[in-house]
């Protein structure tokens, strides 16, 4: 290696003289090889590597990509040894003049080690081509390895074709000129970086491919790609793919989804073959991950975790001696208990339909069958992009029987944010209305397409539907002789064998409201322990009728056995519930419980001018109402107990990861009172709370307090708490890092009396020079100015020098954003001075943003880059 370059300790470069059995080589040709080694150093300090990382880059790469884990060993004083290669004819390794295959490449490594006398245990580490190539090495050296961990590769085409960047790199008129007489493939791989490079570490990465014939093995590279089953690779590439699956050592897979060459699918494929990895994708970057995100910590921490706790695991065992956990029962026990039940059990309202018990637990079996007929087994995930109703319970339902795992993300999240998380979850099968189905074939979401209705043929081809819902139900139906319907060949349908309780049942997205939106696994024990603590903590009955004004307990109507409907309503937007809607959804199966959302509670108040007094007695009948997804102020719920006067009126505090958590209605509310805060009342049946307290500099204690008054994370323990997030590995472990605990990344405090008080989220605390402050309570200062409506208050400028801003609506909204004037300025100022904050600026704005999902919970995060750009002399417009 000629010069430095910018991370690289000069004492880790070493050259290594290796004697060549690779068949590309005459007899007793010796290679000098190129590697970035820190064993040496370690040596001469008389530390023993607990064990070593072996790195291989791949094209056009060179070990300089690896510098960022022999850094965090440096920095971090880890017993670990790291030795990143230079492939032969690649960065600063010998030129051989030969033309080298997979095979030999693999050869070459098992070489170098070699001579390294390198001893286990081994974690290969590999990315792009490098992938496969440590991976042929595992195979051939078992006695030495401990582990695998691979970063955007692929070890097989895995029925796709080559992507279009490697197409047109190998197309003869490209081929040499792009990867060798130029450096345009050099470039165009760099320029993939999410952020951009720097031009040091760009420099750095040209500089081992200076002129054309430092590029040979560059272009030999991809001429090596073995794409098509006649290529002189491929059957490498086949041995090394088919035998990876034998490999039981633990896997870590870290990705960048938005890598255009090594997309998702080859994710997905990996994770066929090797079922026992651990999965971190990293939403927002792309091929050249290492350089994208800090891998290196990540890395070391699954290094150091316990075996038994390697893959994702959930926060804690604790539920499996659980007294709930000992009771399970599955989510299909109501709809299985009622089969001659000919009452209604779920209702549509636009266009109107009924389906009875009866005729649901039927319609489930046959759908099932349908499925289980064109493939889909236990444990295969189906993405279900259909409204909340009668098609949507029976498809839950019926994957629920099946073994099957739901994948259920809100259409609100938008187009670009639904394409994450269904390409994040990667299911096989994809369930669509029209507007689903064209979003798939446009984005490529995965998935075989599946119609949630008829489709003209012309229509079905364009949009490359492989099946319908009515097709299927008709291919699962039983014939009076016992045999399928629809022509299907099996003359005896399927028997369902019971859900393992502790396997998969459903991906739950979170509503992006506090970054991209996360996938959340659930089990069918800890699906059938939220029913159970809904029903524990509400007395719901079977029996009792439910609108669910609030997508997410569609889900749970039919295993609660309440009668289900869902209002005539946009579910993507909950603003679109009007007090007509509400009341028309009441009055059609007599409901007695209605679940809706802050959002959607405020536009029934607006329009409940409109009811008549057929209306206003259905709601009349409403003995529980359940607000959840965000606060509600007390007058708000107030007007709400107006218009359902008999109802007790409850706000749970939860989010996706547990729902619910905590309890309390209308008489709590007041009888809590004003507080630093939002008080959420106690915690549900099964429920634990606990604070993890927050230090002076905002770090959070790893020690789970219950002492009231205590300021910090908020804890929580439960059956029904989520067992893991979906393929994130490294916030799965975050989340988990007090032992029995969910991390719910929420701020609060308990009160006297047992109280949980939310305080706001640890992302937007406020670390002012005189120590941290929490928002809820200083918004809620202001919100008590005359002419305020909601606000915000968050923090600008660096940790611990962040001065206060507060963001508001006003009432008449203003047309435009705006520092407020100078009256409205000076009163929430005083205002938000009395609860404890200084504020350095009052801004106005037509509405705050808000999450998709809900319509009501404040983007703080996007309102606090605004507020700074603004007060930095940015454009004054709305955020």
């Not at 300089?64 to 990143?84: G, I, K, M, T, Y």
């Not at 099957?404 to 609100?412: E, L, W, Y």
């Not at 939220?530 to 997410?552: E, I, N, Q």
Request: aromatic residues 4%; glycine residues 10%.
């Amino acid at each position: 290696m000629n010069g430095t370059f910018p991370g690289v300790n000069p004492e880790w470069s070493r050259r290594v003289r290796v004697p060549s059995t690779s068949a590309a080589d005459a007899p007793g040709t010796e290679h000098d090889w190129h590697l970035l080694d820190n064993g040496p150093g370690l040596e001469a300090r008389g530390i023993e590597p607990r064990g070593t990382l072996l790195c291989v880059h791949g094209n056009p790469t060179w070990s300089f990509l690896w510098r960022s884990l022999l850094q965090h060993v440096e920095a971090n004083d880890l017993p670990w040894r790291v030795v990143a290669v230079d492939q032969l004819d690649m960065g600063f390794s010998a030129r051989t003049g030969v033309f080298r295959r997979l095979a030999d490449r693999v050869n070459d490594l098992g070489d170098l080690t070699k001579a390294l006398s390198l001893h286990g245990p081994v974690t290969t580490v590999g990315h792009d081509w490098g992938g496969i190539i440590s991976l042929g090495w595992a195979l051939e050296h078992r006695d030495l390895l401990s582990s695998v961990v691979l970063a955007n590769t692929a070890v097989h085409p895995a029925g796709h074709g080559l992507p279009a960047a490697l197409r047109l790199a190998t197309h003869p008129a490209v081929h040499g000129w792009g990867t060798t007489t130029s450096s345009a493939f050099l470039r165009t791989t760099l320029a993939l970086a999410q952020p951009a490079l720097s031009p040091e570490v760009h420099d750095a990465f040209m500089a081992p491919y200076r002129g054309p014939r430092r590029r040979a093995g560059v272009g030999n590279f991809v001429a090596d790609i073995p794409f098509g089953p006649t290529h002189p690779s491929r059957p490498a590439l086949d041995s090394i793919s088919e035998g990876i699956k034998s490999l039981d050592v633990p896997a870590l897979l870290l990705w960048g989804p938005k890598d255009p060459v090594f997309s998702d699918r080859y994710l997905r494929d990996l994770l066929d073959r090797l079922p026992q990895a651990s999965v971190h994708r990293f939403e927002g970057a792309s091929h050249l991950l290492p350089e994208d995100r800090d891998v290196a910590a990540p890395v070391f921490d699954w290094l150091t975790t316990p075996p038994a706790q390697a893959p994702e695991t959930a926060e804690s065992t604790e539920t499996v001696n659980d007294p709930a956990a000992a009771g399970y029962r599955p989510m299909l026990a109501e709809v299985d208990a009622r089969r001659n039940d000919h009452s209604a059990a779920v209702v549509d309202i636009n266009p109107p339909s009924t389906l009875s018990w009866s005729q649901l637990g039927n319609r489930v079996d046959a759908l099932a069958r349908g499925l289980a007929g064109i493939g889909v087994r236990p444990g295969d995930r189906v993405s279900l992009l259909v409204p909340p109703g009668i098609e949507l319970t029976t498809l839950i339902y019926a994957c629920l029987r099946l073994g099957a795992v739901i994948v259920v993300a809100d259409a609100g999240l938008g187009t670009a944010g639904l394409g994450r998380a269904i390409r994040g979850a990667g299911p096989g099968y994809l369930v669509g209305i029209d507007r689903a189905l064209a979003g798939a074939r446009i984005f490529g979401w995965p998935g075989v397409r599946i119609a949630a209705g008829p489709l003209p043929a012309a229509k079905r081809k364009l949009l490359g539907v492989a099946h319908t819902i009515p097709e299927l139900l008709e291919a699962g139906t039983l014939l009076p002789d016992g045999r399928l319907g629809g022509g299907a060949a099996a003359d005896t349908p399927p028997v369902f064998a019971p859900a393992d309780p502790d396997a998969d049942a459903a991906v739950l997205f979170t509503s992006g409201s506090t970054g991209p939106a996360k996938g959340v696994v659930y089990t069918h024990r800890r699906l059938a322990a939220m029913r159970d603590t809904l029903r524990d903590t509400y007395g719901l009955k079977a029996g009792s009728g439910l609108v669910a004004g609030f997508a997410p307990f569609a889900l749970l109507g039919p295993a609660l056995g309440a009668t289900s409907v869902t209002p005539d309503m946009d579910v993507t937007s909950p603003r679109t519930l009007g007090a007509a809607a509400l009341a028309d959804a009441a009055a059609a199966i007599d409901a007695d419980t209605v679940f809706a959302s802050p959002a959607a509670l405020a536009n029934v108040l607006e329009t409940a001018g409109s009811l008549d007094a057929a209306q206003r007695r259905s709601l009349g009948k409403i003995k529980l109402l359940l607000s959840a997804g965000a606060p509600i102020p007390e007058p708000l719920l107030a007007r709400v107990q107006g218009i359902v006067p008999a109802a007790r009126i409850h706000t749970p505090y939860g989010m996706t990861e547990a729902l619910p958590v905590t309890d309390i209605d209308l008489d709590g509310i007041r009888a809590a009172g004003a507080g630093n805060g939002v008080c959420v009342g106690t915690p549900v049946a099964g429920a634990h709370v606990a604070i993890a307290a927050l230090a002076p500099d905002g770090s959070v204690s790893d020690r789970p307090e219950t002492r009231p008054g205590i300021t910090g994370e908020i804890l929580v323990r439960a059956p029904h708490v989520k067992e893991r997030y979906d393929r994130l590995w490294i916030t799965q472990r975050a989340s988990s890092s007090i032992p029995g605990w969910h991390r719910t990344g929420d701020v609060g405090h308990l009160d006297d009396s047992g109280r949980l008080w939310v305080e706001g989220r640890l992302g937007h605390i406020l670390r002012t020079p005189s120590g941290i402050a929490t928002p809820v309570s200083a918004e809620h200062a202001a919100e008590s100015v005359a002419g305020t409506g909601r606000a915000a208050i968050v923090g600008v400028g660096p940790a611990g020098t962040q001065v206060g801003v507060a963001v508001l609506e006003t009432v008449p909204p203003v047309r435009r954003a705006a520092p407020a004037g100078p009256e409205l300025a000076t009163a929430v100022r005083s205002a938000v001075a009395g609860a404890g904050l200084d504020l350095a600026a009052v801004l106005v704005v037509p509405a705050l943003p808000t999450d998709i999902r809900h319509n009501s919970k404040i983007d703080r995060t996007a309102l606090a880059a605004w507020a700074a750009q603004t007060l930095a002399g940015g454009r004054t417009r709305t955020p």
